[in-house]
């Protein structure tokens, strides 16, 4: 589908049978939220109130018989061409005065490999439970990386744990500290970063087939970036680009450091569930499960105050 100015009736001709996601876009962020899914039928009918148009060049979009939004520009990122616009139903709220529309784009589950952030302390206590997970959804374990912070004697060192290929670093931070090649690898278009403190249910795999993707975006995060969480999806493009140069960034502010640089979607219908509290791991500390629904993901809240892992 090509996307060109200004635009003609013909599109909405090429448009059938596609599925179009329209997100806000703040004007001062490279955050994307995505807002609405559109299935487009014959002469740019949608879901039932949702229609496109096409008018004096521009492409608009009608909800309910009502002018929702236009959208009249063009702009491209990594090779990936969509339409940027505007509502006309109400002003901006908080900032958030650009629409993009780009094409629906799913993650294929065989250029994505997990990458594990855990830490010498923990690493005994965690991986077999989250390898485990893994296993019984059924996750090829030879497209996994844990990489173990907090171990200078033996920074460097790779060696095979449960299966997994463990890499070990005297670096306290994210696990791409300890992959500075993650973007270098063959066939993987993104890496998944969960924390060790996680671990999968059955149908894991299967969810991993609904990431869109369609804006290429660098980083697909599953937690809000206000929540300082960088659990998600990272380009592998992005990661080349971006020369991770983790020597000149304090480990605390890596994250932050990446999110500067980052164009970031969240993953569809990001709904949670708190679990309730358990002593997941034996040690005497009842931890928060946050289940995400759309991945088959738990994650186990730690008390960092309690020294904890988060």
């Known amino acids: ?3 060109e100015l200004p635009f003609k009736d ?133 497209r996994v990386r844990v990489v173990v912070g907090g171990d200078p004697r033996n920074d460097g060192k790779e060696e095979l744990k449960d299966g997994i290929k463990v890499i070990r670093t005297g670096l306290k931070a994210m696990g791409f500290v300890g992959l500075l090649n993650a973007g270098q690898e063959d066939e993987v278009d993104y890496w998944m970063l969960v924390h060790d403190t996680c671990d999968f249910e059955r149908d894991f795999t299967e969810k991993l087939a609904s990431v869109e993707v369609g804006l290429e975006p660098d980083v697909v995060l599953i937690f809000p970036p206000d929540q300082k969480n960088e659990m998600g999806f990272y380009s592998s493009k992005f990661l080349r680009s ?47 499960t946050v289940r995400v629904v759309s991945m088959g993901l738990r994650k186990h809240f730690g008390s960092v105050s309690r020294g904890g892992r988060p």
């Not at 049978?17 to 949608?46: Q, W």
């Not at 940027?84 to 490999?113: A, H, N, Q």
């Not at 000149?248 to 509290?277: C, N, S, Y």
Request: glycine fraction near 8%; aromatic fraction near 8%.
């Open 1 to 3: 589908m090509k996307f």
């Open 10 to 142: 013909t599109i909405l001709d090429d448009l059938v049978g596609k599925t179009l996601i329209m997100a806000e876009n703040h004007r001062n962020s490279v955050f994307f939220k995505p807002v609405k899914e559109l299935y487009v039928g014959g002469c740019g009918d949608c879901q039932k109130g949702w229609r496109l148009e096409v008018v004096d060049g521009v492409l608009r979009i009608i909800r309910d018989n009502m002018a929702f939004c236009d959208f009249d520009g063009l702009e491209c990122r990594r090779g990936t061409v969509y339409a940027v616009g505007r509502r006309l139903d109400m002003e901006s709220r908080s900032g958030f005065d650009r629409m993009v529309l780009y094409e629906k784009k799913i993650l294929d589950p065989k250029t994505c490999k997990i990458c594990v952030s855990s830490h010498v302390d923990y690493e005994n206590t965690t991986i077999p439970i989250l390898a485990a997970s893994l296993k019984k959804a059924k996750f090829d374990l030879n």
């Open 242 to 288: 971006a020369c991770l140069d983790v020597s000149e960034v304090k480990p605390d502010m890596l994250f932050d450091w990446m999110m500067m640089k980052a164009a970031i979607v969240m993953v569809k219908e990001g709904k949670t569930e708190i679990l309730g509290e358990k002593d997941v791991y034996g040690g005497g500390m009842p931890r928060k």
